[in-house]
């Protein structure tokens, strides 16, 4: 991650509530080509979630604690707080002096933009701006939210205006929570009603409509340089395993999630 910060511009996206085994079928199913063409191998990586619900997870996943492998470890991770004794901190760790990365991107002059879509995003209180208020500029519309069946579409085209807007010298840190696959998203599966509810298909239906769309976010990401890119789930849902519902709690569809990074040719390389 030394070698990118500073040269590349950086994308996360967490998809709100993507499980592993949905999105580990589909990509294996060829249902999401827009992904998977950027997946290595054209596979996730299983990995832990850092917390077992939004909040938790993105407090986490901000100080650098990012879903880690399932395997034993410790792994190396992309960005660390400096701190005596962290095994996790390498020699190609981001280290930085701030509680965060975010923050610790905007020293080293990057701009650093949230396009928020679950209500933890919402600015609509005090609880809804904590994680918003860690980027010099955040943005939220009802229309990105979880009760919009177009909500990753709209979020993708303000992507591309704020893309649009900076100057191309300016070195951009983007993320975006996409509320697609949260509940409600019984409106992505055709044929499907609100008495139907929200099932594991109509969840999976929500990933197909976000990769419908992803092409264009990673296209804007990609168009003024080089994009380091983080795409992964920030925890899982349940839908009736072992009797649970939601999240919020201890199964394993809640902590195993799906994880890539991949690195976006700039312009250069197309031209």
Do not use: K
Not at 23 to 49: K, Q, V
Not at 69 to 86: E, I, K, N, V, W
């Amino acid at each position: 991650m030394n070698e990118i910060v500073g040269s590349h511009d950086l994308l996360l996206v967490t998809l709100d509530t993507l499980r592993y085994d949905v999105a580990a079928e589909l990509a294996a199913a060829g249902r999401i080509p827009n992904l998977a063409r950027h997946l290595p191998g054209g596979r996730w990586e299983r990995r832990h979630a850092p917390g077992s619900f939004t909040y938790a997870s993105h407090q986490a996943i901000f100080a650098g604690f990012l879903p880690t492998p399932d395997t034993q470890g410790p792994h190396p991770r992309l960005f660390a707080a400096r701190f005596a004794g962290s095994e996790s901190t390498a020699e190609g760790t981001f280290v930085h002096d701030t509680p965060d990365f975010v923050s610790g991107l905007a020293r080293r002059g990057y701009r650093t933009v949230c396009v928020g879509g679950v209500g933890f995003f919402n600015r609509q209180g005090p609880l809804g701006s904590v994680l918003p208020d860690l980027f010099q500029e955040s943005h939220w519309e009802p229309e990105f939210g979880v009760a919009s069946p177009t909500s990753f579409a709209s979020q993708v085209t303000r992507a591309e205006e704020i893309v649009a807007d900076l100057p191309p010298e300016q070195r951009l840190f983007l993320f975006v929570n996409v509320s697609a696959l949260h509940q409600p998203n019984w409106f992505h599966l055709p044929g499907a009603t609100r008495e139907s509810g929200d099932t594991r298909a109509s969840h999976a239906a929500a990933l197909e409509y976000v990769d419908r769309h992803i092409g264009r976010l990673l296209a804007a990401m990609s168009s003024r340089r080089p994009c380091f890119a983080i795409v992964c789930s920030d925890h899982g849902t349940a839908y009736g395993e072992d009797g649970f519902t939601g999240h919020r709690l201890g199964h394993e569809v809640v902590w195993t999630v799906p994880y890539a990074h991949f690195l976006l040719d700039g312009p250069e390389a197309v031209a």
